[in-house]
């Protein structure tokens, strides 16, 4: 029987819903005769003491979840999220050329970068897309970073903000939608799909939702 | 190891010296023969050649990155790899990686709790970034007020955790170019040896010399303004040698 390694960070545990889906996962586990133990941040020296992590704090190469997928993974354990997907999923403009790539229909867009912030450019973008436009920054998860924007001030100030961190940023058509789907994938077949409802009167999801639940499974 | 083309070259110009299809994507300027390219003209092409990416700096989400990445999706063969770009510059990833390549490291934490550096590791100690921002990477701190400070600059007020290892001897930062640096001994060993694992063709190693024998510590981007004329040479005589060789292909 496997020992798995869960790393979570204590953001996990402050909605009371996370924290019970994590306990689940974990009898769950106990249950089939494994052991399964919360790791955080200031333990990572035990990966090598496991056979398996499962990844449940927000996977992006630039925090440390991705250090401890690379390095649990480079010691042979088997890894959920592995280090491949994180650096793919956790950046718009990798996951977004691999569907352009793939022929993956997706909502039109063009990869902005840094050198090309001038008039003309913002310009030809309104012309192609209409407006409004949205600008992505590559490391946006929960609608954190995903901005509608109409006008070249407005366009100029929220990619000002982006390329702080990014050379490169994605600016795309502007589709509302009532609703959009994740889809849990786990060795290339999907585990569930879940309705994310777009709370009414917004066209994205918050990073915090109040009032109703948004989610219909 | 020989090397097959598996792509068409588009271009016939490209063919150099027995070397077909090696393009250098650089936002440095360059005297070489071959041809080059600036990363944002190629971050908008479709070029399918062997694509040598040369830039100051190629931390994740900087032009540098993005340029590998291109390049990947494009199917084309590419030093440095994006996952050798991201893995070289985060400070845990690269002394394992290292390690197991049999580059002499010392034992490393990652953590944000001073408690547990002092309990483990103890002073003096050497503390790196494990953020991705981080330009200028560590602080040494001999006691404990010092490693506060630094746990709180190098980790961003604490929200990303740090690299600690042991400080046993004056650190020793160098310009590394292709593996090649201007120090000799053990140090340049370990150059070649990083550049071997990783492929960065440009970047600054922070190794400790104890007995003579180096430690791997860390890797950094460039500044630009820190290449010399003579480093440019380097630089240029290097790529052009290796498409020379062949050993470009070896990826
Ligand atoms: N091009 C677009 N047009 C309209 N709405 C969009 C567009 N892109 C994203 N959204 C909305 O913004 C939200 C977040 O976008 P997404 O790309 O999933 O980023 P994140 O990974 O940060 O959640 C989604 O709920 C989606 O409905």
């Known amino acids: ?217 | 190891m020989s090397v097959n083309f598996k792509y068409d070259c588009y271009n016939t110009d490209h063919s150099i010296s027995g070397v077909k299809c090696v393009l250098v994507v650089s936002n440095i300027d360059l005297t070489t023969n071959l041809p080059t390219m600036k990363p944002s003209k190629f971050l908008e092409s479709s070029i399918k050649d062997f694509t040598l990416n040369i830039n100051n700096d190629y931390r994740y989400l900087k032009t540098g990155y993005y340029v590998s990445l291109h390049a990947e999706i494009l199917d084309n063969a590419v030093i440095p790899k994006s996952e050798n770009i991201l893995d070289a510059h985060r400070t845990p990833i690269l002394l394992l990686r290292a390690s197991k390549a049999g580059i002499p490291t010392f034992p490393y934490l990652v953590t944000s709790s001073v408690k547990q550096i002092i309990s483990e590791i103890g002073f003096p100690v050497v503390v790196f970034a494990v953020n991705p921002f981080s330009y200028d990477g560590f602080k040494i701190a001999k006691n404990r007020s010092a490693l506060y400070r630094a746990m709180k600059s190098l980790g961003m007020n604490y929200k990303f955790d740090i690299c600690a290892q042991p400080f046993k001897s004056e650190i020793i930062s160098f310009k590394s170019i292709f593996g090649k640096c201007e120090l000799e001994g053990d140090v340049e060993r370990i150059s070649k040896k990083v550049y071997d694992v990783f492929k960065i063709p440009l970047c600054k190693l922070h190794v400790q010399l104890l007995k003579e024998k180096a430690y791997l510590c860390g890797l950094q981007p460039l500044e630009n303004a820190e290449l010399s004329p003579r480093d440019l040479q380097v630089l240029s005589e290097e790529i052009s040698q290796l498409s020379k060789n062949g050993e470009l292909l070896v990826g």
């Not at chain 1, 545990?13 to 769950?28: G, H, I, M, S, Y």
């Not at chain 1, 890894?79 to 050329?97: A, E, F």
């Not at chain 1, 992505?136 to 100030?157: G, H, I, L, N, W």
């Open chain 1, 1 to 217: 029987m496997a020992s798995v390694a869960c790393f979570v960070e204590k953001y996990n545990f402050t909605d009371p819903k996370e924290a019970r889906a994590l306990q689940n996962f974990k009898t769950t586990a106990e249950k089939r005769g494994h052991t399964f133990n919360f790791m955080f941040r200031d333990n990572l020296q035990e990966i090598s003491k496991h056979d398996a992590l499962f990844i449940r704090a927000t996977t992006d190469p630039l925090f440390t979840a991705y250090i401890v997928s690379k390095t649990a993974w480079e010691m042979g354990l088997k890894v959920v999220d592995d280090p491949k997907s994180i650096q793919i999923c956790g950046n718009k403009i990798h996951l977004y050329s691999l569907f352009q790539k793939h022929n993956v229909p997706t909502i039109p867009t063009i990869f902005l970068n840094k050198d090309e912030l001038h008039h003309k450019k913002i310009m030809s973008i309104f012309r192609t897309f209409g407006r409004p436009v949205v600008v992505k920054a590559p490391y946006t998860s929960f609608s954190r970073y995903v901005e509608k924007v109409a006008c070249e001030t407005s366009f100029r100030e929220v990619t000002k903000k982006f390329f702080r961190k990014s050379d490169v940023l994605a600016v795309q058509e502007f589709m509302p939608t009532a609703f959009d789907w994740r889809v849990g994938v786990l060795n290339g077949e999907v585990l569930y799909v879940c309705k994310y409802m777009v709370p009414k009167g917004r066209w994205k999801h918050g990073a915090k939702r109040r009032g109703k639940p948004s989610f219909v499974w």
